[in-house]
């Protein structure tokens, strides 16, 4: 027994150290993120500086897009869940539509993945300029145009919004968090961060992805 307590102070004493360790790391984070945006700030030339560019310019032209959409009342898919299944409608946007923050959980997700009514708006429309800041260079992993204040994400890039695995065995919901990323919240500090920011032109941040 004795020995028993001892491994067991060792992991608790562990564990103390790790969330120790985490709490610096995030702080060193932030000093960084805090330096590079500083850097962007100044108007200092950097091998991004072209990447901050496309992205402002894409901004642009999905925020137009989604206004020409709602002006020429186009028809577009809108999702819902009823009797555990996804049923598509296909309609006009309306700006209640855009907006939509009432989540219906998508039946049988690990991790958990929701639709509203402008998800299928995103999947149809945005796709295209997530995949072409994507391709612009090879140093950007991923690329997501629409992200709602909670940390919704409604369409992710195509490499990333594969259909979930299943049953739920541990390594189907591995694949599943590392692969079908869409659809999802992301409550981590960045994620929420970055959704919420009003203040910032660009704002840059350092993710480390749950994996």
Request: hydrophobic fraction near 35%; include cysteine.
């Amino acid at each position: 027994m004795g020995q028993l307590s001892r491994v067991a102070e060792d992991l608790k004493d562990s564990e103390k150290s790790l969330v120790h360790a985490y709490g610096h790391l995030d702080e060193v984070l932030k000093i960084c993120e805090k330096t590079m945006q500083l850097a962007y700030q100044s108007a200092i030339e950097t091998k991004d500086t072209p990447l901050f560019q496309a992205v402002l310019n894409t901004a642009k032209e999905a925020g137009d897009m989604m206004t020409e959409a709602l002006k020429n009342r186009q028809l577009y898919n809108v999702l819902t869940v009823e009797n555990k299944q996804i049923l598509t409608t296909r309609r006009t946007l309306t700006q209640r539509d855009l907006f939509d923050t009432n989540f219906a959980l998508v039946p049988n997700s690990n991790p958990e993945q929701f639709i509203t009514k402008y998800t299928g708006f995103a999947e149809q429309v945005l796709t295209q300029f997530q995949e072409k800041l994507l391709s612009m260079n090879s140093r950007i992993v991923y690329c997501v145009c629409a992200a709602e204040k909670d940390g919704y994400v409604p369409v992710h890039n195509r490499r990333f919004s594969k259909p979930q695995k299943t049953p739920d065995t541990s390594e189907n919901i591995a694949w599943n968090t590392a692969y079908s990323r869409n659809r999802r919240k992301f409550m981590d500090r960045v994620g929420l961060e970055s959704v919420r920011n009003e203040s910032e032109e660009i704002l840059i941040q350092i993710y480390i992805r749950e994996m």
